[in-house]
């Protein structure tokens, strides 16, 4: 593999691990009753986009990336914690679980951004980055609404 392709496959590697963070995160607050199924999508779309990215950087390297499956599994274990305590639960956590999840979008689409841009090898899967690109700039809007909402609800007095 030449240094091209091994520097590509380390910065998706470093994008899925933030992913499956950013995927349990996702499934926790997708599901809270107060989002009102309004980014129930999002889980799902996240698994897609790993999928992919995980697929091109096992074409990358040559080889299967089985550590990302303990990666979930530990982040499983974080979501079994976090719902335990009511992460997503009142109005200052709901806050802030929406922006990290807000800012791990952007830094997605940051990459999508390089990868339409050729810096980053995405190889055939080039053309999809401007699709996932739309699709993680529409999930950000989305996020910016509820943490908007979420903020009004948080720091209005009497709220």
């Known amino acids: 593999m030449d240094i091209a392709h091994q520097t590509s496959a380390l910065y998706m590697r470093t994008h899925l691990i933030g992913a499956s963070g950013g995927l349990q995160l996702a499934r926790l607050v997708a599901h809270d009753p107060w989002t009102v199924n309004a980014i129930d999508h999002l889980p799902g779309e996240l698994e897609q986009e790993m999928a992919f990215v995980r697929t091109r950087v096992e074409e ?49 689409k940051a990459m999508w951004e390089l990868g339409m841009e050729g810096r980053v090898d995405f190889g055939p899967g080039t053309a999809r980055c401007a699709e996932l690109d739309q699709q993680a700039a529409r999930q950000a809007e989305e996020l910016q609404a509820l943490h908007r909402r979420a903020a009004e609800e948080a720091f209005t007095r009497g709220g």
């Open 60 to 108: 990358l390297s040559g080889h299967r990336e089985s550590w990302l499956g303990a990666v979930v599994g530990v982040g499983t274990g974080v979501r079994g914690v976090a719902g335990v305590v009511g992460l997503t639960r009142g109005r200052f956590r709901r806050v802030a679980a929406l922006e990290a999840m807000r800012s791990l979008l952007l830094a997605k």
